[in-house]
């Protein structure tokens, strides 16, 4: 029976071309405004991490003006200082702990035909690599004894690996670098997280650093911070000494903790820090620590911007919209056949028939509809890549997976199901008997 019902569909769609192609362009236009505004949603908002985002934390510590919050209404830091990143990582009270800042190093040439190379950088500790579960293609990031011998080593990007040694495994050779030698313990394999949780204060969509190197190395070599850096007051005299011991703010930390219990056993060991602090006349705001995960910390940061939430209602009121067009558009093919469904209704066709036929029907057009607003929006995609394309994070935020190809698909049919429900109604309502008269 349902290929008898799709034979009347197809049969009712060549009959009203017109009608027929107005209603899956209503349909392909809404789907493809809708789903090209979800597609960024979806990719800017999306969990980075989400095997391990519930048991990575963000480290906030209140050591700010007292008498101006740094956020309102009471909103500590987002970055630390290198004092307290120190310490927190010195005590080792969480699982796995990481501090980290963004830096930038030059290349040096292996070969006469070869220019520098200017890399974004970053500076961090051992735990980074395990703890946020980076892929290497070769070798693997440096241990603990590295961090504390300060030894000069590197891990590099998939990118910068393949331009300085062809894509071959590098591990052990030496890389020139602002005139210091540094060892390749490491080479990431394709490693992407979107957003870069880990600095969002810098960047949440910038690309991830071009190498890595221990956090210990770059202190010695007063490697200056090149992401934001926020001071309530002047450093004291005294170059890089006094700004490491200043109330700077350039630093990230985030520690590992599994279970309620040991959450609350680091923010219970981050007031005591705090408190010891206060002793010796720094912290003059009032306790206020906080851990949040890897989720909580990116909707704390408005890491998706609330144009992007604005733009997403605007489209679901167009699709509102291209769907009210569409149940006008059936609601007057229905109209227009009264007398066809008049008669199979004489003939002895129930009324459960008809609105199956219709149902079927709609279906079609919906299916139709959502396959045109795939295009559509893959359309509306490349067209924001030329409108905005100067932004680099543009083109990282631009892309469809089958996720969206899907849903696109399955939002098309349950509109035009959804829209079809009153005509369909309409349809079943009709009386054999008024149309009989005028045949």
Same mark, same amino acid.
């Given at each position: 029976?349902?290929?008898?019902?799709?034979?009347?569909?197809?049969?009712?769609?060549?009959?009203?071309?017109?009608?027929?192609?107005?209603?899956?362009?209503?349909?392909?236009?809404?789907?493809?405004?809708?789903?090209?505004?979800?597609?960024?949603?979806?990719?800017?908002?999306?969990?980075?991490?989400?095997?391990?985002?519930?048991?990575?934390?963000?480290?906030?510590?209140?050591?700010?003006?007292?008498?101006?919050?740094?956020?309102?209404?009471?909103?500590?830091?987002?970055?630390?200082?290198?004092?307290?990143?120190?310490?927190?990582?010195?005590?080792?009270?969480?699982?796995?702990?990481?501090?980290?800042?963004?830096?930038?190093?030059?290349?040096?040439?292996?070969?006469?035909?070869?220019?520098?190379?200017?890399?974004?950088?970053?500076?961090?500790?051992?735990?980074?690599?395990?703890?946020?579960?980076?892929?290497?293609?070769?070798?693997?990031?440096?241990?603990?004894?590295?961090?504390?011998?300060?030894?000069?080593?590197?891990?590099?990007?998939?990118?910068?690996?393949?331009?300085?040694?062809?894509?071959?495994?590098?591990?052990?050779?030496?890389?020139?670098?602002?005139?210091?030698?540094?060892?390749?313990?490491?080479?990431?394999?394709?490693?992407?997280?979107?957003?870069?949780?880990?600095?969002?204060?810098?960047?949440?969509?910038?690309?991830?650093?071009?190498?890595?190197?221990?956090?210990?190395?770059?202190?010695?070599?007063?490697?200056?911070?090149?992401?934001?850096?926020?001071?309530?007051?002047?450093?004291?005299?005294?170059?890089?000494?006094?700004?490491?011991?200043?109330?700077?703010?350039?630093?990230?930390?985030?520690?590992?903790?599994?279970?309620?219990?040991?959450?609350?056993?680091?923010?219970?060991?981050?007031?005591?820090?705090?408190?010891?602090?206060?002793?010796?006349?720094?912290?003059?705001?009032?306790?206020?620590?906080?851990?949040?995960?890897?989720?909580?910390?990116?909707?704390?940061?408005? /890491?998706?911007?609330? %144009?992007?939430?604005?733009?997403?209602?605007?489209? +679901? #009121?167009? !699709? @509102?919209?291209? *769907?009210?067009?569409?149940?006008?558009?059936?609601?007057?093919?229905?109209?227009?056949?009264?007398?066809?469904?008049?008669?199979?209704?004489?003939?002895?066709?129930?009324?459960?028939?008809?609105?199956?036929?219709?149902?079927?029907?709609?279906?079609?057009?919906?299916?139709?509809?959502?396959?045109?607003?795939?295009?559509?929006?893959?359309?509306?995609?490349?067209?924001?890549?030329?409108?905005?394309?100067?932004?680099?994070?543009?083109?990282? /935020?631009?892309?469809? %997976?089958?996720?969206?190809?899907?849903?696109?698909? +399955? #939002?098309? !049919? @349950?509109?035009? *199901?959804?829209?079809?429900?009153?005509?369909?109604?309409?349809?079943?309502?009709?009386?054999?008997?008024?149309?009989?008269?005028?045949?």
């Amino acid at each position: 029976m349902f290929r008898y019902y799709l034979k009347l569909g197809i049969l009712s769609i060549r009959k009203n071309p017109v009608l027929s192609t107005l209603m899956v362009a209503a349909i392909a236009t809404g789907i493809g405004a809708f789903m090209t505004i979800i597609n960024i949603d979806y990719v800017m908002s999306g969990n980075p991490i989400p095997h391990r985002s519930d048991v990575l934390f963000h480290v906030q510590l209140d050591n700010w003006d007292p008498y101006e919050a740094y956020h309102d209404p009471d909103i500590p830091p987002d970055q630390t200082t290198y004092l307290d990143s120190r310490a927190l990582i010195a005590a080792g009270k969480a699982r796995r702990q990481v501090v980290s800042y963004r830096t930038g190093r030059v290349i040096e040439p292996q070969g006469e035909d070869q220019l520098p190379i200017q890399v974004s950088s970053r500076s961090t500790s051992a735990d980074f690599f395990p703890m946020f579960d980076t892929p290497f293609l070769y070798g693997s990031g440096w241990d603990k004894a590295a961090d504390d011998n300060v030894e000069y080593v590197v891990v590099l990007g998939k990118e910068i690996n393949e331009q300085l040694f062809g894509g071959e495994d590098s591990v052990g050779r030496t890389v020139v670098m602002n005139g210091d030698s540094y060892r390749v313990t490491g080479v990431l394999d394709n490693w992407e997280p979107m957003p870069r949780f880990y600095d969002v204060s810098n960047g949440a969509f910038d690309e991830i650093e071009g190498v890595f190197l221990p956090f210990s190395v770059s202190i010695e070599l007063d490697l200056d911070s090149n992401g934001n850096t926020s001071c309530w007051k002047m450093p004291a005299e005294g170059g890089q000494e006094a700004f490491l011991n200043s109330e700077c703010i350039w630093m990230q930390v985030w520690v590992e903790l599994h279970g309620e219990d040991e959450v609350q056993d680091y923010l219970a060991y981050l007031d005591a820090y705090v408190e010891s602090q206060k002793e010796l006349g720094r912290f003059p705001r009032p306790l206020n620590n906080r851990l949040k995960n890897v989720m909580e910390w990116m909707d704390d940061q408005e /890491v998706v911007e609330d %144009d992007v939430q604005v733009l997403l209602g605007l489209a +679901g #009121l167009f !699709l @509102v919209v291209c *769907l009210l067009n569409t149940i006008g558009l059936l609601l007057a093919k229905i109209m227009r056949r009264s007398g066809d469904i008049g008669l199979r209704r004489a003939l002895g066709a129930s009324r459960r028939a008809v609105f199956t036929q219709h149902i079927v029907e709609a279906g079609m057009i919906g299916l139709a509809g959502g396959v045109l607003g795939i295009g559509m929006t893959w359309l509306g995609l490349q067209g924001i890549e030329i409108l905005y394309g100067e932004f680099e994070f543009i083109s990282r /935020v631009i892309g469809m %997976d089958w996720v969206i190809i899907f849903a696109a698909v +399955g #939002l098309a !049919l @349950v509109s035009a *199901l959804s829209a079809a429900i009153y005509p369909t109604w309409r349809a079943c309502s009709i009386h054999p008997a008024s149309q009989l008269k005028t045949l």
